[in-house]
Nanobody, 123 residues
């Protein structure tokens, strides 16, 4: 089982930037793909971004061109650099790690989850 701890959330004005971090421990085989999802109360959790061990990435349509995911395998850490933030980016952001292929990021069914970190963007 992979344990995930997120950090870096907070309050920022529209147009600003934040960087989220997620440190993984345990379950090395379960970290082929790491990424971020977000959820607003009452809505389905949605994909933000994912990255595999080779550096291949995938992004949700709402964040393409504004957010960048990266990964430091030596530090067991995945990062999400969020630029040009909008009020609609306000959500709880969850880190996820899973075995297998990056294409599985379209499903919420797989892997381990962090506790989440709140991101609030004021207008």
């Amino acid at each position: 089982q992979v344990q995930l701890v997120e950090s870096g959330g907070g309050l920022v004005q529209a147009g600003g930037s934040l960087r989220l971090s997620c440190v993984a421990s345990g379950g090395i085989a379960g970290r082929d793909v790491m990424g971020w999802y977000r959820q607003v109360p009452g809505n389905v959790r949605e994909l933000v971004a994912g990255i595999n061990r080779d550096g291949d990435t995938t992004y949700g349509d709402a964040v393409k061109g504004r957010f960048t995911i990266s990964r430091d395998n030596a530090k067991n850490t995945v990062y999400l650099q969020m630029n040009k933030l909008k009020p609609e980016d306000t959500a709880v952001y969850y880190c996820n790690a899973r075995p297998g292929l990056i294409g599985t990021m379209t499903s919420l069914r797989f892997g381990s989850w962090g506790q989440g970190t709140q991101v609030t963007v004021s207008s």
